[in-house]
């Protein structure tokens, strides 16, 4: 350590009678120290002279190792609550060599050749507190000179003194992207049209005026990340003027600022969207404005609404769905709102990832408290200074201590599971350690698979035992997840299963799934699940597996479903009725009818039969339809079959018919067919067939007029297994009926 | 309004934050209900009171506005806050007649309610401006109400006549953009019998549906073989023009000549395609011409001058960026580019010239020639047939402010036509 940071630990020292940790609690987001008093050793200020970066970090390395890196601030204070003297050396020294290191030596030497850049690298290593900003943006530009270069381009634009560094920052980072987006295509744009330092100037501007979106002032380098630019789609920069200029809205409404743009294909000159050629008159323009005079589809009115928010100083983003394009809006912090059926979908923007909604909310609670977002951070400069140093154990100490402060930051946690597998985690210290992690990840579980998947290696080497308690936990954190159809869980359990050895074991954590997501969540995984659980099983003949499964899950499920979770459940069983049906499973048809009927009642209301009813009907056991549609409601279909009633309604067809299986072959009298309230005039022609095979049919009756309720008497000493009703209308028609009761001796 | 309200705003002006101002007029739904009784149109002023910056500004001018105008009219506000649902401000707006995405803005209503007329931005800022304006609405406020309520309540053709009547009353922009009236022209004139739907009611999405139909020999598409009935398309942009008053008439109507124009133009482009036949190709760059000539700087005159461009077999692309973008190409036929080195030059010597892909690839570059001042002084090293992205030149001393190019053959051959990237020019001997 050199003179000048001695002098300013002692400093620190006698002045230090509040233990670090209270005087993190009262100040935690107290910015790193300023240059002046961190200071960098003489040894890398004159590395940083000659641009030579290797000798920089060399010269960091021997440093640190001479002031030695505390392993863990937390652990240090909790044994004897000393000061924490020299943190602000040991952390200024700790960025410097994070920077370098993300950035890269050989980068940063090819940089340095200009000697202008080298005056910037200069003033930049010496600010402390701009570095903490930089590194602590979420995604920092990873072996590329991006990041520096805007950097620089900023700072020599405002001649050595940046005035907005989280602006310049945010910049940075989403021209530059990081380790896990490399190759941002916003860096392929004409550096003309697309220029981050006319945006820098642009924000500063706006906000000197003080036009923008009040927040705009409090928004961290991370958040400014959603404003600045869109990386992966973005427009110019005159479109950001231009949407200042011309979308001016209540803050809280630019979630349909997209509207001001004329929905429109083709384009004024008949070019269709598809073709290439729509944009082609207006090029000349900026998309904002060719948008909004020209039009467009999906994609260009979300990316207005995008812009025009941006240009206002809040944090929006576009988001690609299936077949789709639409938008989100921030106004506080935590609080995405779509725009045209946003936020979910594939970011356009993001830090960790970009499936939306899982990755925007692991971001936010990432980074929802400032305080302890930057004690994580800087327990992650020293931890990877630990690394470098070849001290492993330290190392893990220091990205625990990251983790107790940001327990979900994946960037971090991927670094200490490297670690732990490289320095021998055993399958049952991976267990505890998992067992430890998941509960805090509570609403988080997609976050929190992906996690696990750095130990693999670890958990594959358990014994099924300790993977079910493991995988079972997992279901319980990603059944208590808010859900959305942009969340898939098949690959979890997909995967959870190969990992299993037993197939015992395979059907108890069916079972355990099963069970997690029956009584909690909107019931959107548990309808993935269950559709898994039917393809793999029913669909492959093990039905008795599934349905030991989902009895046993069942047998412990809560009662009935309401408002929107009812809905969710009344789909999720729909589709695996309809995939029990076609699977022709009649045991998983029973199961699920019997639970979903529990769980999510449905809302039939089936006429009253007029007929009388003989003594004898016949259990049905399954029911299938030769198609389902929006309209129907497969959870009442197992009522069809049944004096009560259902409902059950086919799409469009020549030909659509409905069969019933009876649980065993019978002589059959008769059978009842009554059509749903309503559209009487549909199923006009209709006949009745048996069959005893499920594959050859005897016609039993037909009419060109079928009634409402059409009771037909089979020819005497009739077996059957099967029943079938089918129609026969001249153009394609929907068919729906409320019974199919089949009348047996 | 009262002295007294008057000196209270200003007063709240003065003592609340810059953009926390309100105006004093009632309530749009009173002020509605005012004019009804009054039978004096409404004029409402559509601002922010809580997020508009230059809120008090406004205000006071609107309060001055009000106060010294003199206007036989009623005024009221519609203060569009935050804080509301999107389905309260939908609901709202519904009421008013028009969407507003660009505040503030100033809208007048007929004594019965109905949408006359909407400003927006430095008019709304200096309301005095608009006194002429709607001072010359005011007398035509009685008979556009009545016309209106005519066509509500008649039907076919002669609630579409008296929809078109009450709209020629009204600033032409503006009844492009009556939902309501055009709305009833549309649904009891389809055909275009009375000419009003092409004047009023046909955006260029009706328009190209109507002209692919006939293109296409109805909605279903009946011509086989790619035929297509480009002269009967053609006939039936002419006739409408002609027949609905398009062709002739006031200047207000040249943004929807141009329309016509460019859908006459869609009719000659896609014949010229399919035949490439230059006199089919003439007939676009025509009418094209014709389009642009009408207003160079309406958005039908910028893209039908771009169009001319791309299809003009005599233009060439300048590029002066270093940095080609999807707008310079042209797709599936080849244009001449000229690139600006001049900065890039360091004396003579022997130059790299290179194109670098940053996005797509598939754009063929060949014919690479060296040009200064137009006129050709050396050739690219490759042949002048090969698609080629590096070549080398070897560059006689040029003097000062001399203009010096790379001239070179292009087209683009990627399906979303959005090949860009970078030009280099680098001195390597």
Redesign the interface.
């Known amino acids: 350590m050199n003179a000048k940071a001695v002098i300013a630990a002692l400093g620190l020292l006698a002045l230090g009678t509040v233990p670090t940790h209270a005087a993190d609690n009262a100040a935690p987001a107290a910015p790193a120290a300023k240059a002046e008093t961190a200071g960098l050793p003489k040894s890398v200020t004159s590395a940083l002279d000659k641009g030579d970066f290797n000798a920089v970090r060399t010269a960091l390395l021997a440093e640190l190792k001479q002031m030695g890196v505390p392993e863990s601030r937390a652990g240090l204070e909790l044994k004897d609550a000393r000061p924490a003297a020299n943190d602000d050396a040991v952390n200024a020294l700790c960025m410097a060599l994070e920077v370098v290191d993300c950035t890269s030596p050989e980068v940063l030497n090819e940089f340095a050749k200009d000697k202008d850049h080298q005056k910037f690298l200069k003033a930049f290593f010496a600010d402390a507190e701009w570095q903490e900003i930089y590194l602590g943006c979420g995604l920092v530009p990873y072996h590329n000179d991006w990041g520096v270069r805007i950097l620089y381009d900023v700072w020599k634009e405002e001649k050595g003194a940046v005035k907005n560094k989280p602006l310049a920052v945010a910049l940075a980072s989403c021209w530059g992207g990081g380790e896990t987006w490399r190759d941002v ?1 916003i860096q ?6 697309y220029n981050p330092v006319r945006r820098y100037k642009y924000f500063q501007r706006q906000q000197a ?3 923008l979106y009040p927040g705009f002032r409090k928004l961290k380098a991370w958040e400014l990340r959603f404003v600045v630019a869109i990386p992966q789609q973005d427009w110019d920069d005159e479109s950001y003027e231009w949407a200042f200029k ?8 630019y ?3 997209c ?2 743009a004329p929905y ?7 070019d269709s969207v598809q ?3 729509y ?7 900026s998309w904002a404005e060719a948008t909004q ?2 039009g467009g589809v999906c994609g260009a009115l979300s990316h207005y609404g995008t812009v025009a928010a941006m240009a206002h100083g809040i944090p929006a983003y576009t988001v690609g769905q299936p077949g789709h394009c639409a938008y989100a809006v921030r106004l506080k912090r935590g609080e995405w709102t779509g725009g045209f059926g946003g936020p979910d979908g594939g970011m356009h923007n993001y830090i960790f990832g970009n499936q939306a909604p899982t990755s925007y909310n692991l971001m936010e609670a990432v980074f929802k408290d400032d305080a302890k977002i930057a004690r994580a951070y800087r327990a992650s400069f020293r931890a990877r200074a630990l690394e470098d140093l070849g001290q492993d154990q330290a190392a893990i100490g220091a990205w625990r201590e990251a983790l107790d402060a940001s327990p979900m930051h994946p960037f971090f946690r991927k670094a200490l599971h490297s670690l732990l597998v490289k320095t021998g985690m055993g399958p049952k210290e991976c267990l505890d350690y998992l067992m430890e992690t998941l509960p805090k990840y509570k609403g988080h579980g997609v976050a929190a698979c992906n996690m696990m998947d750095d130990l693999n290696g670890p958990i594959a080497a358990m014994d099924d035992a300790s993977k079910l308690k493991l995988f079972a936990e997992v279901h319980r954190i990603v059944a208590e997840t808010p859900a959305s159809w942009a969340v898939k869980s098949e690959d979890t359990i997909s995967r959870q299963f190969s990992m299993l050895q037993s197939e015992e074991a395979r059907q108890q954590l069916l079972a355990e799934a099963f069970a997690a997501y029956m009584d909690a969540g909107d019931g959107t995984i548990f309808g993935q699940i269950l559709e898994w659980a039917v393809k793999t099983y029913v669909q492959s003949g093990r039905d008795d597996v599934f349905n030991k499964a989902f009895a046993a899950a069942t047998s412990k499920a809560a009662g009935a479903a309401t408002g929107e979770r009812a809905k969710k459940m009344s789909q999720a069983y729909g589709k695996a009725i309809v995939a029990a049906e076609q699977a022709r499973s009649a045991a998983a048809f029973s199961a699920l009818s019997a639970a979903a009927l529990k769980t999510c009642p449905p809302d039939v209301r089936p006429p009253k039969l007029q007929a009388q009813l003989p003594p004898g009907i016949g259990k049905g056991v399954l029911f299938r339809m030769s198609t389902t549609s929006g309209f129907d409601d497969p959870v009442a279909h197992s009522l069809v079959l049944t004096p009560q009633g259902g409902r059950c309604h086919t799409d469009r067809e020549a030909h659509p018919h409905m069969i019933v299986e009876l649980d065993a072959k019978a002589t059959v009298t008769g059978c009842l067919v009554h059509k749903v309230p309503g559209n009487e005039g549909r199923m006009k022609r209709a006949k009745i067939s048996t069959s005893t095979d499920g594959a050859t049919w005897f016609d039993q009756e037909k009419t060109d007029n079928m009634p409402s309720e059409w009771v037909v008497k089979f020819k005497p000493g009739t077996q059957a297994k099967w029943v079938r009703i089918e129609f026969d209308n001249p153009q394609p028609e929907f068919a729906h009926i409320s019974h199919f009761l089949i009348f047996t001796k | 309004m009262s002295i007294r309200s008057i000196t209270f705003s200003l007063l709240l002006a003065v003592l609340t934050p810059a953009f926390a101002a309100t105006v004093s007029f009632p309530d749009f739904h009173q002020a509605k209900q005012q004019a009804k009784t009054d039978n004096e149109p409404l004029l409402i002023l559509w601002y922010g009171s809580d997020w508009m910056q230059d809120c008090a500004s406004v205000v006071q001018a609107w309060e001055k506005f009000a106060n010294d105008g003199k206007l036989p009219i009623v005024f009221g506000q519609y203060n569009d806050k935050t804080g509301q649902t999107s389905d309260e401000r939908r609901k709202n707006q519904n009421e008013i007649g028009i969407e507003q995405y660009d505040l503030p803005a100033a809208v007048l209503l007929a004594p019965d309610g109905t949408l006359m007329a909407t400003w927006n931005g430095k008019d709304v800022r200096k309301p005095e401006g608009l006194a002429k304006d709607v001072a010359a609405l005011i007398p035509k406020a009685e008979q556009f109400m009545k016309l209106a309520a005519t066509a509500r309540d008649r039907g076919g053709v002669e609630g579409a006549q008296a929809a078109g009547a009450a709209l020629k009353l009204i600033p032409y922009a503006d009844a492009r953009r009556h939902k309501e009236l055009t709305g009833i022209i549309n649904r009891k004139d389809p055909d275009n019998k009375t000419g009003m739907r092409a004047l009023f009611a046909m955006d260029h999405q009706a328009m190209y549906k109507e002209i692919n139909n006939i293109l296409n020999g109805g909605p279903d598409g009946k011509l086989k073989d790619g035929a297509r009935n480009f002269d009967e398309a053609a006939r039936y942009v002419q006739a409408t023009m002609r027949n609905s008053g398009i062709e002739k008439g006031n200047k207000a109507l040249t943004e929807t000549r141009q329309q016509w124009l460019a859908g006459l133009a869609y009719v000659y482009r896609e014949k010229f395609k399919a035949t490439k036949d230059e006199k089919d190709r003439k007939r676009l760059l025509d009418t094209l011409a014709a389009c642009v000539k009408l207003n160079p700087k309406s958005q039908y005159g910028i893209g039908a001058a771009k169009y001319h461009h791309y299809w003009d077999p005599k233009s060439f692309t300048v590029i002066d960026n270093m940095f080609y973008n999807p707008g310079d190409q042209t797709h599936n036929f080849e244009k001449d580019w000229h690139v600006l080195v001049s900065k890039s030059m360091d004396g003579s010597g022997t130059y790299e010239f290179e194109l670098v892909p940053r996005e797509n690839g598939r754009l063929i570059t060949r014919n690479f020639r060296l040009v200064v001042n137009g006129r050709e002084v050396a050739k690219a090293d490759a042949a002048p047939d090969k698609d080629t992205k590096k070549v080398t030149f070897k560059v006689p001393a040029v003097k000062k402010g001399d203009k010096v190019e790379v001239w070179l053959t292009a087209e683009c051959r990627d399906g979303w036509f959005g090949c860009s990237g970078e030009i280099k020019m680098t001195k390597i001997r």
């Open positions: 295509p392929k744009k004409d550096p003309s049209k005026k003080g036009v011309h979308v001016n809205m209540p803050w809280d409404q979630g349909w600022a509207w001001h429109t294909d083709p384009s004024k000159f008949g073709s290439g050629e944009n082609l008159p207006f090029s000349d323009e005079r020209n």
